[in-house]
C-alpha cells in the first residue's frame, strides 16, 4: 500500500486546522504521503483542497497564525518527525532539506532587493563559504538563466515571469535541499513557459536526484511530470496510484471528474468539462463521504460512512464504489441524466440549477 | 547607475507642481476679488492709508482693468517678489515672512522628528504584539491623537507643566522677546513640539503598524524563510525596508498638516512664527500677509510632497518605469 | 453547458463570507455589535444629541450672560463646573456648545458626502477625461492646507455659521471623492451594469441606482470620519475667533480660557475634553462602521 520503504518523506495521517471565533476548522484530514528519493509526486485537486496548507504543514509555512497541525507526522529521513523539531531546529531543515517555490512568482521576490543578493542570501544563510557571486551565477545557469552578471543587477520587476520563477527556484536549491515542494508553480505563468518550467523541473530531479513534491488543480501537469500521484478533495487524500494506472483505469468519480475536464488536444474547442457544485466549505463538511453532495454515484452509505481505503495496486481509491462499473462512464451518464448528480438528486443541466450547499 | 534616472524624475515633478502652485496663487487671487469691499483694501489691509497708496497699489494691479488683465498684474507682482506691504507690522511682507519662517521651521521638524521616533516606535511595538495589551495601548493613544485637538493639549501641556509643574515656560512673549537666541532656547520648544506631534505620532504609528503587519504576511517574506533565513534578518533586510516606503509617504505628505497645526500651536504658545503672524494679521485683518502665508505654506506643502516622491523613488525602484 | 471550471479560483470565496443577504441590516448590525466601543460611542453620540436638542431646558442657566461670581471653580454650589471669567455658567455653556459642534459635524459631512459622491462617481463612470480633469481637481483639494485657507476665508469673508459651513464643507469633500471613483471604476464594466446599458438605462440612472448603493459602505465610513475633522476644524476658527459670536461653541470657550490659563484652569479642561470626547466618538463610529460594512477586512485575522 505504501512505497515509502525507502521513503525520503513520510507524511502519516497529517491534520491542519485553523482558529476561528466558532472553534477549530479543520482543513487538512489524516493525509498520508510519501515521497521517495527522486521521485515526482503529485498532489491534485480543486483549488481550495487543501493542497496548499498541506505543503504549507509540512514546510511549516501556514499563511495564518490560526493554522497549526493537530495530528499526524512528518517523517524526513535522517530527521524524523519534523513537527517535534523547535523552529530553531526548523530553521536547518529550511532550504536545506526542503525547499519550497510557488505559484506566483511576482510575489514572492522582494521588490526592493536584486536578484543577485536575494539568491546570494540564501547561500549565505547556509554558509556558503565559496565566492557567492560565482555560485549565484552558476546557480543561474543551471536554472536556464545566462548573463547571471548582468541579471543579478536586476530588480525582480524588470524580469519575465518565467525568469522570475526561474530564479526562485535558484534560491530554493540554493541550499542543496533533497526535496522541492512546488506549489502550483507554473499556474500563473503563459502557456510556453509553463511548460518550459516543468521540463527544467525534470532535468533538475534527473540531474541532482531530487525529489519533488508537485502540487497543482491540472492533470495535464500531472501527465507530464508525476510517477505518482495523490487526489485530494475537501482536505483528504480520496485517491493514490500510480500516474499510468490513474490515467488509463480511475477508481474514484472525483478523479474521474478531473480527467473529464482536462484538456485532451482534440477537443480544444468544446466547451470544458467541469464537476458541478463546489468544493466545500471547511466549516460545514459533509458527512460520509466528502464528496457525496456531487457524486453521481453516491449512496446512503456514502452519506453516513467515511469509505475506507480499498487498495489498487500500490495506491488506493477511498470509494464505496470503487469497482462499480457504471464507474467510467459516470459522468457521462450525468450529462445525459441517466445518472442525477449528487446525492440529493440535483440534475447537472445547468449553472443556475446546480443549489449552492 | 541605478539611480541616474532620478533628476529627471525629480524635474518632472517639480514641473508637475507649477499647476498647484499656479492653484493656490489663483485662489488668492480670487479670495481678493471676491471678498466684501474694495480689492484694494484687501491688497492693503484694513489700514487707514492715505489716498495716493491706494492709487498706486490700483495701478500696480491694474485693478481698473478687466479681470484677466487683472490676474496677469497680480502673477507678474508675486513674480517680482512683491508680497505687498504689511502696514501694521510696518514691513514688507516678504521680508516679515522670511523673518518668521526660520522658528515655525524649527518647531515642525522638531514636531516632525519627534512625531516620526515616537510613531515609529509605537507602530513596531503595535505591529509585534498585535492583538495584545501593548498593540490595545498602541490604539487607544492613537485614536487619541486623531481626536485631542493640538490646541487644546497645548493648553493642557501648559496648565500640567508650566502652570502647576512649573518645569518649564510658558510660552507667552519669552520668546518672541528674545526672537534672536529663540533658536537655542530648547526648554521653549519641548511643549509646543509636543503639542503639535501628537497628531502625526498617531498617523505614523498606524502606518507603521499596518504596513508591517501587511509586509510580514507578504509572499516573499514567506518565501525568504522558507530557505532558511533567519527571523532577524528577514526582518532587517525584508520587512523593515518594505514598510517604510509607506510610513515615508505618509510622513512627508502630511507636513502640510504640520505647519497648519503650527498655526495653532503657535498662537497658544506664542511662538513667533508664521502661525502667530497668521493669528495676528487675522485679528488686526492684514490682508496681505494673510494671502502671502496660504501661498508660503501651500509652496511649502507641495516642496515636502515633491521631496517625498524623490525619496520614495530613491528607495523603490519600481517607480523607474513610470 | 456552462459550469464553473476546475480554474476557478476561489470556490470558497463566497461561502467564506457566509453573508445572509436577506437580513443584511440584522448582519449589519451583528458585525457592528461585536466591537464594543463603537456600540458605546453610539450611545454616547444618542446623549449628546438629545443633549444639545434639550439644551435650553437641561441646562440650569442661561450660558451667554454672568450668573454668579466670577471664576468659582468646579463644584461650586450651583455651578457643577464653576463659571468661567464672567460669571457664566461652565457647564451651561458645556451644554450648549454642543449644538453648534454637532450641527457643524453633520451638516458640513452631509454637504461633503453630496459633494464627493457627485464628483467621484461622474469622474469613476466616465473615466478618460472627465476622470484625469475632476481628479486633478480632487488632488489640488487634498493639497491645499485646508485649515489655513478655512482661517483665511472666514477671515475675509466674516464669520457666521452658514458661511463657516459652506467653507468647511467645500474644503472636506475629496475624500468622499476618492472612494467613490474607485467603487465607480470597478463596477462600470461589471456584468449587471453592462446589461443595465444595453437595455437603454439612460446613464444618469445607473449611476444613481445601479451602482451607487453598491458603493456607498466606504462613503458612510468617510462620512462620519468627516463629522469629526469638520468638529474639530470649527473648533480651531472659534479658538481663532472666527465662529459666530453669537453661540457659544467649544472652541471660544478655549480661546477664553488662553487669557485665564493661571487663575482658572477649568475654563480650558472642560470644553477640550467635550471637543475630544465628540471627535473620539465619530472615530469610533467609523472604524465601527467600517468593520460592520467591509467584513473582508476584517476576517482575516
Ligand atoms: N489564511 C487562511 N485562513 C483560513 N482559511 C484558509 C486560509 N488559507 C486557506 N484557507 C482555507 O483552507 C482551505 C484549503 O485551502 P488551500 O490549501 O489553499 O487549497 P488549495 O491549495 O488546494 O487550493 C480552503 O477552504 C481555504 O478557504
Ligand atoms: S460513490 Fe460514494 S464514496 Fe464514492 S465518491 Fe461518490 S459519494 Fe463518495
Ligand atoms: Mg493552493
Known amino acids: 500500500m505504501d512505497t515509502s520503504a525507502t521513503g525520503l518523506l513520510d507524511v502519516r495521517d497529517l491534520s491542519v486546522a485553523v482558529r476561528s471565533r466558532r472553534g477549530p476548522i479543520g482543513l487538512v484530514d489524516r493525509v498520508s504521503l510519501s515521497i521517495g528519493r527522486g521521485e515526482i509526486v503529485g498532489l491534485v485537486g480543486e483549488s481550495g483542497c487543501g493542497k496548499s496548507m498541506t505543503a504549507a504543514a509540512i514546510g511549516r509555512l501556514f499563511p495564518t497564525t490560526a493554522a497549526r497541525i493537530t495530528g499526524g507526522e512528518v517523517m524526513l529521513e535522517g530527521t524524523g518527525d519534523l513537527t517535534n523539531l523547535s523552529d530553531r531546529q526548523f530553521r536547518k531543515i529550511r532550504g536545506a532539506r526542503i525547499g519550497m517555490i510557488f505559484q506566483d512568482p511576482s510575489t514572492y521576490l522582494d521588490p526592493l532587493m536584486t536578484i543577485g543578493r536575494q539568491v546570494g542570501e540564501a547561500l549565505q544563510a547556509h554558509g556558503y563559504e565559496g565566492s557567492r557571486e560565482d555560485r549565484v551565477a552558476e546557480l543561474l545557469a543551471m536554472m536556464g538563466l545566462p548573463d547571471a552578471a548582468q541579471l543579478s543587477t536586476r530588480y525582480p520587476h524588470e524580469l519575465s515571469g518565467g525568469q522570475r520563477q526561474r530564479v526562485l527556484i535558484a534560491a530554493a536549491l540554493a541550499g542543496e535541499p533533497d526535496l522541492l515542494i512546488a506549489d502550483e508553480p507554473s499556474t500563473a505563468l503563459d502557456v510556453t513557459v509553463q511548460a518550459e518550467i516543468l521540463v527544467l523541473l525534470r532535468e533538475l530531479r534527473d540531474d541532482l536526484g531530487l525529489s519533488i513534491l508537485m502540487i497543482t488543480h491540472d492533470l495535464g501537469v500531472v501527465a507530464q511530470m508525476c510517477d505518482r500521484v495523490y487526489v485530494m478533495y475537501a482536505g483528504r487524500v480520496v485517491e493514490e496510484r500510480d500516474v499510468y494506472e490513474i490515467f488509463k483505469d480511475p477508481r474514484h468519480p472525483y478523479t474521474l471528474g478531473l480527467l473529464a475536464g482536462t484538456l485532451s488536444p482534440e477537443v480544444r474547442d468544446q466547451e470544458l468539462f467541469a464537476i458541478p457544485g463546489r468544493v466545500p466549505d471547511p466549516r460545514a463538511m459533509p458527512e460520509g463521504c466528502r464528496f457525496h453532495p456531487r457524486c453521481p454515484l453516491a449512496v446512503q452509505e456514502c452519506r453516513e460512512k467515511e469509505p475506507p481505503k480499498q487498495p489498487l495496486g500500490e495506491g488506493f481509491s477511498a470509494c464505496w464504489k470503487y469497482d462499480d462499473p457504471r464507474l467510467p462512464r459516470a459522468w457521462q451518464l450525468a450529462e445525459e441524466h441517466v445518472l442525477p448528480v449528487g446525492f440529493e438528486g440535483i440534475p447537472a443541466t445547468s449553472d443556475d440549477e446546480v443549489s449552492e450547499p | 547607475m541605478r539611480h541616474s534616472w532620478i533628476p529627471l524624475f525629480a524635474l518632472k515633478r517639480l514641473l508637475f507642481a507649477i499647476p498647484l502652485v499656479l492653484g493656490v496663487v489663483i485662489i488668492n487671487f480670487l479670495l481678493i476679488q471676491l471678498a466684501p469691499g474694495d480689492p484694494a483694501t484687501v491688497l492693503v489691509g484694513d489700514f487707514p492709508v492715505p489716498e495716493e497708496y491706494l492709487d498706486r497699489i490700483r495701478a500696480e494691479y491694474g485693478l481698473d482693468k478687466s479681470i484677466p488683465e487683472q490676474l496677469i498684474a497680480y502673477l507678474g507682482q508675486l513674480f517680482q517678489g512683491n508680497l505687498g506691504v504689511s502696514f501694521s507690522k510696518r514691513q514688507d511682507v516678504l521680508t516679515l515672512l522670511l523673518e518668521r519662517m526660520p522658528a515655525t521651521l524649527k518647531l515642525t521638524l522638531s514636531a516632525m522628528v519627534l512625531a516620526t521616533i515616537v510613531g515609529v516606535l509605537l507602530g513596531v511595538v503595535a505591529a509585534k504584539y498585535r492583538g495584545r495589551a501593548p498593540d490595545t495601548a498602541s490604539q487607544v493613544t492613537t485614536l487619541l491623537g486623531f481626536s485631542v485637538p493640538e490646541f487644546w493639549l497645548g493648553q493642557i501641556l501648559i496648565l500640567l507643566f508650566a502652570v502647576t509643574l512649573g518645569w518649564l515656560p510658558l510660552g507667552g512673549d519669552a520668546p518672541v522677546r528674545g526672537d534672536g537666541d529663540v533658536l537655542f532656547n530648547l526648554d521653549y520648544l519641548v511643549l509646543p513640539a509636543v503639542a503639535l506631534s501628537f497628531r502625526y505620532v498617531a498617523l505614523i504609528a498606524r502606518m507603521t503598524r499596518s504596513s508591517l503587519l501587511e509586509v510580514s504576511s507578504a509572499d516573499f517574506v514567506a518565501a525568504t524563510r522558507s530557505r532558511g533565513v533567519s527571523e532577524s534578518l528577514i526582518l532587517r533586510r525584508h520587512t523593515l525596508k518594505n514598510a517604510a516606503p509607506p510610513v515615508i509617504t505618509v510622513i512627508g505628505y502630511n507636513f502640510g498638516f504640520i505647519l497648519a497645526g503650527s498655526v495653532m500651536v503657535e498662537t497658544v504658545f506664542g511662538w513667533p512664527g508664521i502661525g502667530r503672524l497668521l493669528y495676528e494679521s487675522i485679528t488686526s485683518r492684514d490682508y496681505p500677509v494673510m494671502t502671502a502665508i496660504l501661498l508660503i505654506i501651500s509652496v511649502t506643502v507641495v516642496l515636502a510632497n515633491v521631496l517625498t516622491d524623490i525619496v520614495h523613488a530613491l528607495l523603490d525602484p519600481r517607480l523607474e518605469r513610470k | ?301
Open chain 3, 1 to 301: 453547458m456552462s459550469t464553473p471550471t476546475l480554474h476557478d479560483a476561489t470556490p470558497n470565496a463566497e461561502a467564506a463570507g457566509l453573508a445572509t443577504q436577506e437580513n443584511a441590516l440584522g448582519e449589519f448590525w451583528y458585525r457592528f455589535s461585536r466591537n464594543r466601543a463603537a456600540v458605546v460611542c453610539l450611545f454616547v453620540v444618542i446623549v449628546v444629541i438629545a443633549a444639545a436638542l434639550l439644551a435650553p431646558l437641561i441646562s440650569p442657566y442661561d450660558p451667554m450672560s454672568g450668573v454668579g461670581a466670577a471664576q468659582q471653580p468646579p463644584g461650586s454650589p450651583g455651578h457643577l463646573l464653576g463659571t468661567d471669567h464672567l460669571g457664566r455658567d461652565m457647564f451651561s455653556q458645556v451644554i450648549h456648545g454642543a449644538r453648534v459642534s454637532l450641527m457643524v459635524g453633520f451638516v458640513v459631512a452631509a454637504f461633503a458626502t453630496v459633494l464627493g459622491v457627485l464628483i467621484g462617481a461622474l469622474a469613476g463612470y466616465y473615466g478618460g477625461w472627465v476622470d484625469n480633469v475632476l481628479m486633478r481637481v480632487t488632488e489640488f483639494f487634498q493639497t491645499l492646507p485646508r485649515l489655513v485657507l478655512a482661517l483665511i476665508i472666514v477671515a475675509l469673508f466674516g464669520s457666521g455659521l452658514t458661511k463657516l459651513i459652506l467653507v468647511v464643507a467645500i474644503l472636506s469633500w475629496p475624500q468622499t471623492a476618492r472612494v467613490v471613483r474607485t467603487g465607480f471604476r470597478t463596477l462600470r464594466s461589471a456584468a449587471f451594469v453592462d446589461a443595465a446599458r444595453v437595455s437603454g438605462v439612460p446613464s444618469w440612472r445607473i449611476i444613481a441606482t445601479e451602482i451607487l448603493p453598491n458603493v456607498l459602505a466606504p462613503v458612510v465610513v468617510v462620512a462620519s470620519l468627516d463629522v469629526a475633522s469638520a468638529i474639530l476644524t470649527e473648533a480651531s476658527l472659534s479658538f481663532f475667533g472666527l465662529g459666530d459670536p453669537n453661540v457659544v461653541s467649544w472652541g471660544g470657550m478655549l480661546q477664553q480660557a488662553q487669557q485665564y490659563l493661571r487663575s482658572a484652569w477649568w475654563m480650558a479642561v472642560f470644553p477640550g475634553i467635550a471637543i475630544a470626547v465628540l471627535v473620539l466618538t465619530f472615530n469610533v463610529l467609523g472604524d465601527g462602521l467600517n468593520d460592520a460594512l467591509n467584513p473582508r477586512l476584517k476576517d482575516k485575522d
